[in-house]
């Protein structure tokens, strides 16, 4: 078992930045992945960021070069930097945890809305 907890939503305006955690705990070393989705209302859930044990990365085009990802392995914690955000970024944003035997995790989400 695995639990993911996100934090750090909230309201910003355009051009601001945020920073979203997503704590892991349970059985983590069996944790072949980790990323962040977004769902926006009406919308299918899509990926923004995933990032391996060995900190490869990868990012859906529309945040290339506004957004990272990383991890702090000793506190068993995802980030997420969000800069440079816009309206179209608001939405539901979703921790995941993809297993070695491809299960997936979700956490619960944290909403970020961005103010034009």
């Known amino acids: 078992q695995v639990r993911l907890v996100e934090s750090g939503g909230d309201l910003v305006q355009a051009g601001g930045s945020l920073r979203l955690s997503c704590a892991a705990s349970?059985?983590?070393?069996?944790?072949?992945?980790m990323g962040w989705y977004r769902q926006a209302p009406g919308s299918q859930r899509e990926l923004v960021a995933t990032?391996?044990?060995?900190?490869?990365?990868n990012y859906a085009d529309s945040v290339k070069g506004r957004f990272t990802i990383s991890t702090d392995n000793a506190k068993n914690t995802v980030y997420l930097q969000m800069n440079s955000l816009k309206p179209e970024d608001t939405a539901v944003y979703y921790c995941?945890?993809?297993?070695?035997?491809?299960?997936?995790?979700w956490g619960q989400g944290t909403q970020v809305t961005v103010s034009s």
């Open positions: 349970g059985s983590i070393f069996s944790i072949a992945t």
């Open positions: 990032i391996t044990p060995s900190n490869r990365s």
């Open positions: 995941n945890g993809r297993l070695i035997s491809g299960y997936v995790y």
